[in-house]
């Protein structure tokens, strides 16, 4: 990825080199409530899209329905605005596509990533990490969208949960070697599946998300109604047929 140096004492820039690459503003901290929150006072302080707020912890990280999202020191901790300019409506689109864009590309690094919907990471059936978008609209179009990640590397994690260093102990050798450049891949993953997204389409998206889809036909039990998972639709919700022959509930 292309980084530049924002006028800001916390911050860092770094380049690998590659070309054709969005030109991200990276900006580092040691400790925050959340990255999210941060960023949003970025954006509020005159920072652009593709702005990125990284922390090595979080205080009050941010989890999906109001949960926290547990932020020791060693995990990767980031967020990132956009722009997307889309319909409020398609607002969990976004979730689809940008986690469907960071499990794509760790997949790339020999990590088998699979997606638990509506926005976790899975690994040998553990937590790996999650994804928390918050969004601004104005005339009925998202305007500004601030997407979370939070993805363990070598923090400390219950027993639902894995780190890829944990991970990487049972393989030959260790495909991604540092923070940093796990920072690279979650950011090119993500930039990859939104631009997907943008240019395509989510029906062009969502073939290959499916496979990716660990409930796929597992039973669950949704506000109260149990079923088997058959699929996601391209709003996002998930889709559950309740019984042999009986019609498919969407939640």
């Not at 400790?31 to 302080?45: A, D, F, R, Y």
């Not at 070598?154 to 495909?175: E, K």
Request: with cysteine; glycine share 10%; hydrophobic share 35%.
């Amino acid at each position: 990825m292309k980084y530049k140096q924002p006028k800001s004492e916390e911050t860092r820039s770094q380049s690998d080199g590659e070309k054709e690459q969005p030109e991200l503003s990276l900006h580092t901290f040691d400790v925050v409530t959340s990255t999210n929150q941060k960023l949003w006072e970025l954006l509020e302080g005159g920072a652009k899209p593709l702005t990125v707020a990284i922390a090595d912890r979080q205080t009050a990280g941010r989890g999906q329905w109001g949960r926290q999202w547990q932020s020791e020191a060693g995990g990767l901790y980031l967020s990132i605005a956009l722009a997307p300019q889309i319909p409020a409506k398609n607002g969990s689109q976004l979730t689809l596509c940008t986690a469907w864009g960071i499990a794509t590309a760790l997949r790339n690094y020999q990590i088998p990533v699979l997606l638990k919907w509506p926005n976790d990471l899975i690994l040998w059936e553990r937590k790996l990490g999650g994804i928390k978008i918050e969004t601004r609209t104005q005339q009925g179009k998202i305007t500004q969208a601030v997407v979370g990640v939070g993805i363990n590397w070598r923090n400390s994690v219950p027993d639902t949960a894995i780190n890829l260093q944990s991970f990487f102990q049972t393989q030959q050798t260790p495909t991604i070697v540092s923070l940093e450049k796990l920072i690279d891949v979650t950011l090119e993953g993500l930039l990859h599946g939104y631009q997907r997204y943008l240019s395509e389409g989510i029906e062009a998206l969502l073939p290959s998300y499916l496979e990716l889809l660990s409930m796929r036909g597992k039973s669950v039990v949704v506000d109260g109604c149990s079923g088997v998972v058959v699929g996601i639709t391209a709003s996002g919700e998930l889709r559950i047929t309740q019984s042999a022959g009986a019609a498919t509930g969407i939640w």
